[in-house]
């Protein structure tokens, strides 16, 4: 990943630049089915793929630090996979076993779906959402005022459940199980890629963390989402393909329309 010389030098050389393009890395995990390997296939590309992100597990010592027991806890409030796989492995570690009649709020019906590798379904309660917090309002509202909740979550928190809590003055605790760091990624220090593809703000602090001296130069950003794309902007580099967009509204479609402009007339 090493590159030198000056982020934005000319920035009028980097909103119309389509060079072309031989290499991309995917700052994400590689997947069995992707409709990159299309793009890889078609362009004649070499498409790698990287976790610049993991999660780490916060370890039993380190929560009973909190002096928190799970099963204290008369409902649970599940906002992603890894909170519930960390929230039971520190449950096996303390040797807790949740009550029957725990009551489980999941924010998708993936995330509930997933819950069943860990409960029994029909002898639980569980309320399902179908992408926000305040998909579960009516659940909230029933229930606030005979339980207490607990919400498991990671070094990063998880700000738009805090804050419905909050307003809406439901009696809560959050616990953090798990942490989400930069991975390392120092074996990349010498090599190079046409275009780095992101998915998140955290890519982006991975990629300083490893690299901090590093520059755009001829390098092309592509970024998904709004506030990656914030990210990319505030570390004065420019983003060459942004999605979702209404004519791109995913990102190997948004490749697909720049690799399309890199053919020389």
């Given at each position: 990943?090493?590159?030198?010389?000056?982020?934005?030098?000319?920035?009028?050389?980097?909103?119309?630049?389509?060079?072309e393009?031989?290499?991309?890395?995917?700052?994400?995990?590689?997947?069995?089915?992707?409709?990159?390997?299309?793009?890889?296939?078609?362009?004649?590309?070499?498409?790698?793929?990287?976790?610049?992100?993991?999660?780490?597990p916060?370890?039993?010592?380190?929560?009973?630090?909190?002096?928190?027991?799970?099963?204290?806890?008369?409902?649970?409030?599940?906002?992603?996979?890894n909170?519930?796989?960390?929230?039971?492995?520190?449950?096996?570690?303390?040797?807790?076993?949740?009550?029957?009649?725990?009551?489980?709020?999941?924010?998708?019906?993936?995330?509930?779906?997933?819950?069943?590798?860990?409960?029994?379904?029909?002898?639980?309660?569980?309320?399902?959402?179908?992408?926000?917090?305040?998909?579960?309002?009516?659940?909230?509202?029933?229930?606030k005022?005979?339980?207490?909740?607990?919400?498991?979550?990671?070094?990063?928190?998880?700000?738009?459940?805090?804050?419905?809590?909050?307003?809406?003055?439901?009696?809560?605790?959050?616990?953090?199980?798990?942490?989400?760091?930069?991975?390392?990624?120092?074996?990349l220090?010498?090599?190079?890629?046409?275009?780095?593809?992101?998915?998140?703000?955290?890519?982006?602090?991975?990629?300083?963390?490893?690299?901090?001296?590093?520059?755009?130069?001829?390098?092309?950003?592509?970024?998904?989402?709004?506030?990656?794309?914030?990210?990319?902007?505030?570390?004065?580099?420019?983003?060459?393909?942004?999605?979702?967009?209404?004519?791109?509204?995913?990102?190997?479609?948004?490749?697909?329309?720049?690799?399309?402009?890199?053919?020389?007339?």
């Amino acid at each position: 990943m090493a590159s030198r010389g000056s982020a934005l030098a000319n920035e009028d050389n980097y909103i119309e630049r389509y060079k072309e393009v031989k290499t991309i890395l995917v700052s994400q995990p590689k997947p069995e089915r992707s409709p990159y390997y299309d793009l890889e296939k078609k362009w004649g590309l070499k498409i790698d793929w990287r976790q610049f992100i993991h999660v780490e597990p916060v370890t039993e010592k380190e929560f009973r630090k909190n002096r928190l027991r799970p099963d204290s806890y008369s409902s649970i409030i599940f906002t992603s996979k890894n909170a519930i796989e960390h929230f039971f492995r520190l449950c096996e570690e303390m040797r807790i076993k949740m009550p029957q009649d725990t009551k489980y709020f999941c924010l998708t019906e993936t995330i509930a779906n997933y819950l069943q590798k860990f409960i029994v379904y029909r002898k639980r309660k569980v309320f399902v959402g179908k992408r926000k917090v305040e998909d579960l309002n009516n659940y909230f509202m029933k229930h606030k005022e005979k339980e207490n909740f607990l919400l498991p979550c990671s070094n990063l928190g998880a700000k738009q459940v805090v804050a419905y809590l909050d307003k809406n003055e439901i009696n809560y605790t959050d616990a953090m199980m798990y942490r989400t760091v930069a991975s390392d990624l120092s074996d990349l220090s010498d090599v190079t890629y046409d275009i780095l593809v992101f998915f998140s703000p955290l890519g982006i602090e991975s990629l300083y963390e490893n690299f901090p001296s590093f520059m755009q130069n001829d390098t092309r950003f592509a970024v998904f989402g709004k506030s990656t794309l914030k990210a990319v902007e505030q570390q004065g580099l420019y983003p060459n393909i942004v999605a979702p967009t209404p004519e791109t509204p995913s990102m190997s479609m948004a490749l697909e329309k720049y690799l399309q402009k890199t053919i020389k007339e």
